[in-house]
């Protein structure tokens, strides 16, 4: 996996909290067998930061705990045709998850759990939103969650 990982935090995000990111991204890529040169993007921020995102991109005046902005999504419209040979030769860019640490020291402290569980469950969900997973449909929120909790497991993260 090729992570380029952010901190726009206004106090700098803990080393532990990027490492975690890190090994998290790279798990998740390796779960689902995804290729080395996949890329994905990982910001850090505050509150006020994913607020006005979360305003600008979903019409919602106030912060979430992470937003995901895939690259590909099945909208035939923007599909570039290319070569094939050309195509496997391209990295393959998943898009961009922006999380708040402010939201993850909150939650973490309504659901009783540690800010590492929080930051890991965040981490995971935005990276499978970014592979084509939802949690819309019954189903498919079984598979997602199924999926994202083997993940968390597998790292160390157990609720």
Same mark, same amino acid.
């Given at each position: ?5 952010f ?10 909290? =990027? ?31 994913i ?29 570039i ?31 009783q ?10 981490i ?5 939103? =970014? ?5 819309l449909?019954?189903a ?6 199924? =999926?994202?909790?083997?993940? =968390? ?7």
């Amino acid at each position: 996996m090729d992570l380029e990982l952010f901190d726009q935090t206004q106090d700098g995000a803990q080393p532990e909290q =990027l490492q975690q990111v890190r090994e998290l991204i790279e798990l998740a890529g390796k779960t689902l067998n995804l290729r080395e040169d996949t890329e994905v993007s990982v910001t850090l921020m505050n509150n006020d930061t994913i607020q006005k995102i979360n305003e600008q991109y979903r019409g919602v005046d106030r912060p979430t705990d992470v937003i995901s902005f895939a690259m590909h999504d099945d909208d035939e419209d923007d599909l570039i045709v290319m070569d094939p040979e050309m195509a496997a030769e391209m990295p393959l860019n998943l898009g961009d998850i922006m999380i708040s640490v402010d939201k993850v020291a909150e939650q973490a402290a309504f659901l009783q759990h540690s800010e590492a569980r929080e930051l890991g469950y965040l981490i995971v969900h935005g990276f499978l939103h =970014l592979n084509g997973y939802d949690h819309l449909q019954p189903a498919d929120e079984t598979e997602m969650f199924g =999926l994202q909790r083997q993940i =968390l497991d597998a790292y160390g993260l157990e609720k």
